[in-house]
């Protein structure tokens, strides 16, 4: 009996050897140690780096060849990008004012311009101010046909005012957007072997929350790619249109001014071309050439001013102001005196129109005269008996 129970102790303790031996070993096969290891609800399991390959997503710029790729085997296995110095990416914009002869035509030129460049109106706005018309366009085109666009923009116009153009170098910008977009889709695909061999719900949330992340990543750096993908596609162009018509007008600090003293006057051009002549007419004999000229009036009256304003090409445009400008009489000493003899010879012709006028009208004098004459004709009698 005792030989027995001695064997089926042996058999037991040789079971449960070979247990621990097979589970040790299962632990040991797979390519993640310590799965199940969890501290606080992390995973603190380190899975290998899969090997990250060169293939990279081919990304054509606006006028340029993919860059190119050295291959890891050709570096000992570590990925380099190399881009090629004429391999470059750049956005062109370009901003232009521009006066036409007319602003309306202009704008549907533009239209079928972008039209036909492979680009599109992205806004426009057309105003008027001051019977002067003026016009806002913003476009896209092929950025292949970026110096095309911008001589018949220039064959367009009448004048040439501004013209602005600008390039910016975003290669460096996209291929680090590149190497960030891989290094996150290789931690993508890390998390989903992760997501596999998760066991818990803990280890599953957990890594699904980092797999959450990592896709929004991938997401923001892609659109970012796209924009600069299709800003170096196609150039912008802002254009300001204004009308050629000379356009004149003036204004006074003052109408009204007591003689002797000074007015600012301020001249208004638009339209034609710069630089402007001005030739000014006071209306009192006197001119000027300044643009914005100081004038002093050395008489009373009401003045008539003329403006008239000639632009480099030769065109003129002339602005009146009929009886703009009233002066009135100064108080001066010479002025006082004369006012005052004005005044008292008129008091003077008053009084004699008034006693020419009493005796010419006033029956008092009639009556006085035949009182004087029957005295004067007793008088002669009584000395005449």
Known sequence: MKRILFGLLVLVIISLLIGAIACGGSSEAGPYKDLSSINDGVVVTQAPVPTITATRPTVVPATTTPPKVISPESTGGTYYDIVASTDRMVIRTAYLILVVDDVSDAMQQINSLAENFGGFVVNSNLSEDSNRLYAYISFRV???????????????????????????????????????????????????????????????????????????????????????????????????????????????????????????????????????????????????????????????????????????????????????????????????VESAWNALVSFFRGLGAFFIGLGIFSPIWIIILVILYFAWWRRRKKKNP
């Open 142 to 336: 092929d950025s292949a046909r970026f110096n095309d666009t911008l001589q018949s923009l220039r064959n367009l116009a009448a004048d040439v005012k501004t013209e602005s153009t600008t390039g910016q170098d975003v290669t460096e910008q996209y291929t680090d957007l590149q190497s960030r977009l891989r290094n996150l889709e290789a931690s993508e695909a890390q998390l989903l072997e992760l997501m596999n061999q998760a066991g818990t719900v803990t280890e599953i949330l957990t890594v699904q929350r980092e797999l959450t992340n990592t896709r929004e990543d991938i997401e923001l750096i892609k659109g970012q790619m796209l924009y600069l993908e299709q800003s170096a596609a196609m150039a912008l162009f802002t254009v300001t249109l204004e009308q050629s018509k000379l356009i004149v007008e003036f204004t006074a600090d003052s109408r009204t001014v007591k003689e002797g003293s000074g007015i600012q006057f301020y001249a208004s051009v638009s339209g034609g071309f710069s630089p402007y002549t001005y030739e000014w007419d006071f209306g009192d004999g006197d001119t000027s050439t300044d643009a914005n000229p100081f004038h002093v009036y050395h008489e009373s009256g009401d003045f008539t001013v003329t403006l008239k304003v000639t632009d480099d090409k030769g065109t003129s445009e002339t602005y009146t102001r009929e009886d703009y400008i009233s002066v009135l009489p100064g108080w001066g000493a010479g002025t006082i």
